[in-house]
């Protein structure tokens, strides 16, 4: 299966602030603030956006279910999923197991575990996701974090968790 095409630095800044808005409006309905989409292969479309439902439906393992029930596996291993913060192992799994190429990220575990500290509701497992997509037979390729855009994807977040 080909490769996902890489983002240019400009894709990747745009999405991950889609990304973020779609968190900023899963927090306005009292969810989690985390959001993911789906990028086709040409690097501009967004196939879908996912915000947080709960604590066992994140944003980034429903939006990799739901591409895997409506996209092929050839299409998938093309495209991107874009989250504002690395995905759990849950997430990755999920993730891998639709087949999806790319991963692009833009705060890391260990900045969402500063932010949300040992809450009941997000008791973070410090696994890479990195580390869970080397364990596979496919390479998902991943991105991330994106430093300059940290402070901005982890806005959402300062005050919710306490």
């Known amino acids: ?12 800044t745009l999405h ?6 779609v968190a ?9 603030p985390f959001g993911a989409l789906l990028v086709a292969p040409d690097g501009d479309t967004v196939l879908a956006e ?3 439902i709960d604590t066992v439906n994140h944003a980034e393992s429903t939006l990799a279910r739901t591409a895997a029930a409506n996209y092929p596996g050839a299409y998938l291993a093309q495209c991107t999923l874009v989250t504002t913060f690395e ?6 799994g999920t ?4 087949g999806i190429g ?3 990220y833009g705060a890391d575990e260990k900045a969402l575990r500063a932010l949300t500290g040992n809450h009941p509701e997000n008791p973070t497992l410090d696994l890479p996701c990195r580390t869970v997509f080397t364990a596979g037979q ?5 991105v991330g974090p994106v430093a300059e855009l940290e402070e901005e994807l982890t806005a959402p977040h300062r005050g919710f968790w306490r």
């Open 24 to 32: 900023q409006r899963a927090k306005h309905m009292g969810r989690h």
């Open 50 to 52: 996912q915000g947080n």
């Open 87 to 92: 995905p759990c192992a849950m997430c990755a």
């Open 95 to 98: 993730i891998y197991w639709a």
């Open 1 to 12: 299966m080909p490769d996902a095409p890489a983002l240019s630095p400009d894709q990747i």
């Open 16 to 21: 991950l602030r889609r990304a973020n808005t």
């Open 138 to 142: 496919r390479t998902t390729d991943v």
């Open 102 to 104: 790319r991963v692009v």
